[in-house]
């Protein structure tokens, strides 16, 4: 059975109890009425002037941008941050105010911005048009303003194409905003007299499986996209599946509408993790441990990596974490059950100037939909070659074949049976580099590596 989950946005509300009701009878509708290629889903040119008003200095604070008409209308969209690192989520909420002390009735205008029924294909299961169907939303990768809004093309899409039964709802004739509230009394031709809150969350959609019963809705902000418009299984459309892509690094805009043709534009960047992002607590020598991941959010594993040498290397990081399935009978790479986003993709260090001695990077992981066992994790194999790597323990370096276990799902099957310890070596030895809050030497043109922090995925 397909159920809408909970805090799902307006639009989708009302197909949950569709959903339900057909599920017993067995009718499937189709979710969606494809629009693209329409020629209303880009940008306006011209719309009212949206501005900025920060709420801090700091470029990690929330953000608040809005406009307002005439009639004394205010859309606003309200940021809870305006930089994330990859993999988290942005918190984003679509506001339509009435900021007079007095009610303020109006007419809905349809055709002011047609490209709000247009972006619903993009933004939620259900799209198309219903009774709160007020303001729209739309996320494009790359900055955009009513100056460039052109040039910014269709938006990404944050819905996965999934066939559920939804209803449809005549849009509202009129409607009646309270004094100084984002409440409103909604009237058309199904009733009159709905009120509710006008405002929306701007979310990437997806669905998940849990017990026999798949549920699929909004999420718990914006933080990644779907590659394919085509039609996705329940299973297709949850996050870490291949048709899933977190959002890549580098500059959004939050685009916004409503029907009295107000347009804002809200701006953020994703960068990589860093350190501020990276957990701490995490205890000298104790390895990952067991680092508990998801499909619905990342866990986050930090290093420092050291390379004391003449000459440089070049790491590729983008697999540097191996995920390893070890039986008594088979022994094969797990690596395709999860998705792994280091924070940077190539890293070069050492040479005599010690360059880029003790770089933090930061590994994402997120299970892919339907993965479940428990697998042995390793750092660094597949570029150490004929260099030995070593973990910092607590009394003495450790080379060792793994360094914790990665669990997804149930933890079963268990992949993780290979037996075995560490190696090390003589650090009383004369020569050997010192690092700040190492007890103990290091030899030189060894792959050394710190652990900063792990955590569990957080849902």
């Avoid at 984003?92 to 972006?119: C, G, M, R």
């Avoid at 459309?237 to 048709?243: K, M, R, T």
Wanted: proline share 5%; aromatic share 10%.
């Amino acid at each position: 059975m397909a159920q809408a989950a909970s805090g799902i946005s307006r639009r989708i509300l009302a197909a949950a109890i569709v959903v339900v009701v057909a599920a017993a009878s067995l009718t499937v509708v189709l979710a969606y009425s494809d629009q693209r290629g329409s020629g209303v889903s880009t940008l306006p040119t011209t719309s009212s002037f949206s501005s900025l008003s920060s709420l801090s200095s700091s470029t990690e604070s929330s953000a608040s941008y809005s406009t307002t008409s005439s009639t004394g209308l205010e859309l606003r969209v309200s940021l809870n941050a305006t930089t994330i690192a990859s993999g988290r989520a942005l918190g984003a909420q679509v506001t339509i105010f009435n900021k007079l002390d007095e009610n303020l009735s109006l007419t809905p205008s349809y055709a002011a911005n047609p490209a709000i029924h247009s972006w619903a294909e993009y933004d939620y299961f259900c799209g198309g048009g219903n009774q709160m169907a007020m303001v729209g939303y739309a996320l494009f990768q790359g900055y955009y303003s009513q100056e460039n809004s052109s040039l910014a093309g269709k938006p990404m899409q944050l819905a996965p194409f999934v066939e559920l039964p939804c209803a449809t709802w005549p849009d509202p004739t009129s409607i009646v905003f309270l004094p100084h509230n984002d409440t409103a009394k909604v009237y058309g031709t199904g009733g009159g007299g709905i009120v509710e809150p006008i405002s929306v969350p701007a979310t990437t959609e997806s669905c998940s499986t849990n017990g026999g019963t798949t549920n699929c809705g909004a999420g718990t902000g914006l933080f990644g996209y779907w590659n394919t418009s085509a039609p996705l299984n329940f299973q297709q459309a949850a996050v870490g599946s291949p048709f899933f892509r977190y959002l890549p690094l580098g500059e959004y805009t939050l685009a916004v509408q409503d029907v009295w043709n107000q347009t804002v534009y809200a701006h953020f960047q994703v960068v990589p993790l860093t350190r501020l992002e990276c957990p701490s607590g995490q205890t000298a020598g104790s390895g990952f441990g067991t680092v508990t991941v998801s499909s619905s959010s990342p866990a986050i594993i930090c290093v420092e990596v050291y390379y004391y040498s003449f000459s440089a290397i070049t790491l590729n990081l983008t697999d540097a974490l191996q995920v390893q399935a070890v039986q008594s009978n088979r022994t094969f790479s797990g690596d395709s059950n999860f998705i792994i986003t280091p924070s940077q993709s190539q890293l070069v260090i050492g040479a005599s100037s010690n360059v880029n001695e003790g770089t933090l990077v930061a590994f994402a992981v997120t299970a892919r939909a339907g993965a479940s066992g428990t697998y042995e994790l390793g750092l660094l194999p597949s570029q150490s070659g004929a260099l030995n790597t070593y973990m910092f323990g607590v009394q003495e370096p450790e080379d060792c074949g793994y360094y914790g276990l990665l669990v997804a799902g149930d933890g079963q099957p268990n992949y993780a049976q290979a037996t075995g310890g560490c190696f090390t070596y003589n650090t009383s030895s004369a020569g050997l580099i010192t690092v700040p809050g190492i007890p103990y030497g290091l030899e030189s043109g060894d792959l050394d590596f710190r652990i900063v922090g792990v955590t569990n995925s957080t849902r």
